[in-house]
């Protein structure tokens, strides 16, 4: 299977999540990479695809690079494995509940939990990172 991890970090902890979501993806024997949100151009050719973006401001999805980019390709994801993660050092997770449900809006079905971590993910989180990558592909 042909995945991505699609992502943007301001402080490093969500490409930290970003690189275990790879590994697991990796480890289940997915053909996986890694790419910037600044770089998408077009994900047609992968079955698969994780995006990271952590809380910004008011609980919101960074609103310059990954925000454009994801309004720009969430038309085209209907028929594709998508799982969603991101950072946050404030607030209760509502910026991930309104992905979701833009997501759903949109015709995507999420094919797990989505993964929050409060900062660096390390022990639990780390694994949790991994496990979204392994039931992703």
């Given at each position: 299977m042909k995945a991505a991890v699609v992502y943007w970090s301001g402080t490093g902890n969500t490409a930290a999540m970003a690189d275990l979501v790879l590994e697991g993806m990796r480890s289940a024997g997915a053909q996986a990479e890694l790419i910037e949100c600044g770089a998408v151009a077009d994900l047609s050719e992968y079955e698969a695809i994780a995006f990271g973006c952590p809380a910004m401001g008011a609980e919101q999805l960074e609103d310059?690079?990954?925000?454009?980019?994801?309004?720009?390709?969430?038309?085209?994801?209907?028929?594709?494995?998508?799982?969603?993660?991101?950072?946050?050092?404030?607030?209760?997770?509502?910026?991930?509940?309104?992905?979701?449900?833009?997501?759903?809006?949109?015709?995507?079905?999420?094919?797990?939990?989505?993964?929050?971590?409060?900062?660096?993910?390390?022990?639990?989180?780390?694994?949790?990172?991994?496990?979204?990558?392994?039931?992703?592909?």
């Open positions: 310059s690079v990954f925000e454009p980019m994801f309004d720009r390709v969430k038309h085209d994801l209907s028929d594709k494995r998508i799982a969603l993660f991101g950072s946050y050092g404030w607030g209760d997770g509502e910026w991930m509940r309104n992905w979701e449900d833009d997501c759903r809006a949109c015709g995507i079905s999420l094919v797990c939990e989505s993964v929050l971590v409060g900062g660096m993910p390390e022990g639990s989180d780390a694994e949790a990172c991994r496990a979204l990558g392994k039931a992703l592909v």
